[in-house]
């Protein structure tokens, strides 16, 4: 198997939104491509193609989350970089449907998406729909949708599995994949960036502090038994992972 980091452009952030503190960072959106010997799987979609010209869809997130996206970065581009068309996809799995996580799905139109069902219903709450947390438009495009509760294990065999880490969002999960040079953990928005582990602090925006601070805890004890954890949105561990991939 390979895992393949996609950057599919960046946003900068309001520190103050995130960890308390002043100042802005610039975090990586990440998507992955994981080639399994029965089919392509991807992990998060990044942004919609249109946050490169406007930031119409994302309303007022845009106030604390500033969008730096290019033509030439959106999800298609990045994975035809490695020789993949979007058909070639069979699965898309989301960590959670924020618009920097979920938003380039209609890049995608037929893979399966493979959700957490508490995430797809929060992601049609109507009161969270209004509020901007969520736009539908960005993953209930008419995919074949696969609801899951709780831990699964995408292809049967172990080697890549959805684990449920509540708390960013009611249905947030991340990923582990096995590969050959060991297990390796996508923790998505469960753990922004490695300093907000080693501080133990997570984004007072989240939907419950206390699930988010367990999730947390879950992969750290994953970490100490071995397991490499990759973070959401960390940009010098990102940019220290060869773009080839890891096997
Ligand atoms: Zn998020």
Not at 43 to 71: C, S, W, Y
Not at 85 to 100: E, K, N, T, Y
Not at 150 to 159: C, E, I, R
């Amino acid at each position: 198997m390979r895992l393949i980091p996609l950057e599919i452009g960046r946003v900068e952030g309001d520190l103050r939104a995130i960890t308390g503190e002043d100042g802005w960072v610039t975090l990586p959106v990440a998507g992955w491509l994981i080639e399994h010997r029965h089919g392509l799987a991807l992990f998060d979609t990044g942004m919609h193609a249109d946050l490169q010209h406007t930031t119409a869809r994302i309303g007022r997130n845009a106030e604390v989350f500033k969008p730096d996206f290019k033509p030439g970065e959106e999800l298609t581009a990045q994975l035809s970089r490695h020789g993949i068309h979007p058909g070639d996809v069979a699965h898309v799995i989301l960590s959670h449907l924020h618009f920097d996580h979920a938003g380039g799905t209609c890049e995608i139109p037929d893979a399966r998406l493979v959700v957490q069902r508490a995430e797809w219903e929060a992601g049609h709450n109507q009161q969270l729909v209004d509020a901007g947390v969520y736009t539908p438009d960005d993953y209930d495009l008419g995919h074949d949708v696969q609801l899951i509760d709780g831990t699964h294990d995408l292809m049967g065999d172990g080697s890549i599995v959805c684990i449920p880490t509540p708390g960013h969002t009611p249905g947030h999960q991340s990923l582990r994949v096995e590969l050959d040079s060991g297990p390796v953990v996508l923790a998505a928005d469960c753990i922004y960036f490695q300093r907000m582990l080693d501080t133990m602090t997570v984004p007072r925006f989240g939907t419950d502090l206390d699930q988010q601070f367990d999730s947390m805890h879950r992969l750290a004890a994953m970490q100490t038994d071995g397991c490499r954890l990759i973070f959401g949105h960390d940009l010098e561990q990102f940019r220290e992972i060869p773009i080839a991939g890891l096997i």
